[in-house]
């Protein structure tokens, strides 16, 4: 039995309810004329009728407003889930807490199962449980673990969820020498035993909270009832002791939000305490590399929460972040940093090429780089060569005109094509800093120096592509350290244009045909596995990288040698052949950030 109680609890009705007929309402009684005495008494009365209508209005509010709170507690009752019995051992202060659940908890297990059906051998449903143990048996007897069974030996302990804790150091131990060990928490069929992990070790036992505390050297295991904790000593001890005084972290405010932000059932999930794990890092203070990394990386958040969920074409991973800390009083403030844009529908995507195999996008690039800049400003080493930016109107002047980056890569038969696009903020703006660039190349093209400048039209767009016949000759030899000469590298190409608001960069003018001629209709956007990847993406998305995993595997086969095709073939290619696209996409608030990565699978068409 798990502890996932999410069965509602039905009313059991008669089956023919339908059909018994209502019961006729009773005749009306005649009323009798009113005589004086009933006149008499209705007046004597008057009052305590008044009194006692108002005790019944009281009473029946109190019914109502008791039915109300047993049905708000119902309702919590029966819409929840209980807390893991496990997760109460795992100390309230643990810096990073991992959950497992091989019990496949709410959904998973019908989600998995047809998730894994598009693969080979899961397709028959009533038979994946067992599929699940084989798999996992051959992970346990190939991870060199001699003597242990995973049906036998591991599988009755893994009988709900699971729960890993590590603990941050103690004040003034080493993160590396002391970091105080981790502990297991699992939830049991209730018959088992320390002797399995303890098998063939020396073992003695005491007594720790009215249990067998069980000791092969510095590592213990206790059972109780049906959990059982495996760690270093001091870890296990501190964990009963956690579950007896209640200030597990259970108990934690940062746990509980960061696991409320995961929506749906879990396979898998990763808490880290902001707090508790910056006593693991080494303190940046008195090292100057450290204290510029702490100040260009900014505040730890407050917590942070991965999860691992099953659908039934897709394996989902979320991240969800908190808010960074509250500063202390009389904290240093830091720089003076730019509010990034609004997120916005892609201006890049329907730019790029139908066929285009792996696709990425930041929006808000532009502030972003103009922060990062800022923040580095700050520290001593680098605030005087940064000054040089200042004659070019500084980080405003350099990057301010840009609003979106983004790259697409694609293919032509067996040859590669990769496009970089600047979005700036209007046509006018792009057409200029493509045509000071290109007065830069032609200039550069006029000293020779194996430079070749070439102006040409591509579907009514100026585009300029540059040739260096080979790199080696710009750089003479004695010009790098150690001796170091640049290798022979034969013609490279690249293009630039602008088309509309972005400023484009291609490597040659193949490329930047591909995407210039890209029609209404005929664009990434509009190919079905990106629009079914797009479909669980993140709301409000700034960052987003979308790669077609077929097409890219096809270009792979037509580049690989014969002699390794034929084992990509027979071993491999079956279990890829699922899969269609790798989504991944982020997106910030002035409270939280969030990031998704979502593998999508279908049923290959060969």
């Not at 609890?9 to 009113?34: F, K, N, R």
């Not at 893991?84 to 497992?100: Q, T």
């Not at 508790?276 to 008195?286: E, I, K, N, Q, Y």
């Not at 029609?519 to 960052?543: C, I």
Request: glycine content about 10%; charged content about 15%.
């Amino acid at each position: 039995m798990t502890d996932d109680q999410t069965r509602p609890i039905e009313t059991p009705q008669p089956a023919d309810a339908a059909a018994v007929p209502e019961p006729a309402a009773a005749p009306e009684p005649v009323a009798a004329p009113p005589s004086a005495m009933d006149s008499i008494m209705a007046g004597s009365t008057g009052a305590a009728a008044s009194s006692a209508g108002r005790i019944r209005w009281i009473i029946a509010l109190g019914v109502a407003a008791l039915a109300v709170v047993v049905a708000i507690g119902a309702i919590l009752l029966l819409g929840s889930q209980p807390t893991p019995e496990a997760l109460k051992y795992i100390p309230g202060d643990a810096a990073v807490v991992a959950e497992v659940r091989m019990d496949l908890p709410g959904d998973q297990m019908e989600k998995l199962g047809k998730l894994l059906a598009h693969f080979p051998g899961f397709l028959d449903q009533a038979t994946l449980p067992d599929k699940i143990d084989e798999a996992l048996s051959r992970l346990v007897s190939s991870g060199g673990a001699g003597g242990v069974d995973y049906r036998t030996d591991i599988k009755p302990w893994l009988s709900g969820p699971a729960f890993i804790g590590m603990r941050a150091p103690a004040a003034g131990a080493s993160p590396t020498t002391s970091p105080n060990g981790a502990v297991i928490s699992a939830t049991t069929t209730g018959t088992v035993s320390c002797d399995t992990p303890f098998k063939n070790l020396t073992v003695t036992h005491e007594k720790y909270q009215n249990l067998d505390l069980a000791l092969a050297g510095d590592s213990a295991c206790v059972v109780d009832g049906h959990q059982a904790l495996i760690g270093d000593a001091q870890s296990v001890r501190n964990a009963l002791d956690a579950h007896a005084a209640g200030t597990g972290i259970d108990r934690s405010d940062r746990y509980r939000a960061a696991r409320a932000a995961l929506q749906g059932d879990q396979l898998a999930t990763v808490f880290v305490d902001g707090h508790a794990f910056t006593t693991m890092l080494p303190s940046a203070s008195g090292t100057p590399g450290l204290e510029a990394f702490a100040g260009i990386a900014g505040a730890v958040p407050d917590w942070a929460m991965t999860g691992v969920r099953a659908e039934d074409d897709a394996l989902v991973v979320d991240t969800v972040t908190g808010p960074a800390p509250t500063p202390t009083a009389g904290a240093t403030t830091g720089p003076s940093l730019l509010p990034l844009p609004a997120a916005h529908p892609s201006v890049i995507a329907p730019m790029a090429p139908a066929d285009t195999i792996l696709f990425v996008e930041d929006q808000g690039t532009g502030v972003t780089v103009q922060n990062l800049l800022t923040r580095l400003r700050t520290v001593p080493d680098l605030s005087a060569p940064l000054q040089m930016l200042d004659g070019v109107g500084g980080a405003a002047g350099l990057v301010g005109w840009v609003e979106d980056v983004g790259v697409a890569v694609s293919a032509q038969g067996m040859t590669p094509n990769g496009a970089v696009f600047l979005v700036a903020n209007d046509d006018a703006t792009a057409a200029d800093r493509v045509k000071t660039i290109s007065g830069f190349l032609a200039l550069a093209g006029l000293g020779g120096q194996g430079i070749e400048v070439r102006d040409s039209t591509i579907n009514g767009v100026a585009v300029t592509t540059v040739t260096i016949t080979d790199l080696s000759q710009l750089v003479p030899p004695g010009t790098l350290p150690g001796g170091e000469q640049v290798p022979s590298t034969g013609p490279i190409s690249f293009s630039i244009a602008a088309h509309g608001r972005a400023v484009v960069l291609t490597t040659g003018e193949g490329a930047m045909t591909a995407v210039l001629n890209v029609k209404p209709g005929e664009s990434l956007v509009d190919q079905p596995r990106y629009k079914q990847a797009l479909t669980r993406a993140l709301a409000s998305s700034r960052f987003s990288l979308f790669a077609d995993v077929r097409a890219g595997v096809a270009l792979v086969e037509a580049l690989a040698p014969p002699d390794s095709l034929a084992q990509w073939q027979s071993s491999i290619k079956p279990y890829v052949n699922p899969i269609e696209s790798v989504l991944i996409s982020g997106s910030t608030d002035a409270s939280s950030g969030r990031s998704r990565f979502v593998i999508t699978v279908s049923q290959p068409t060969q």
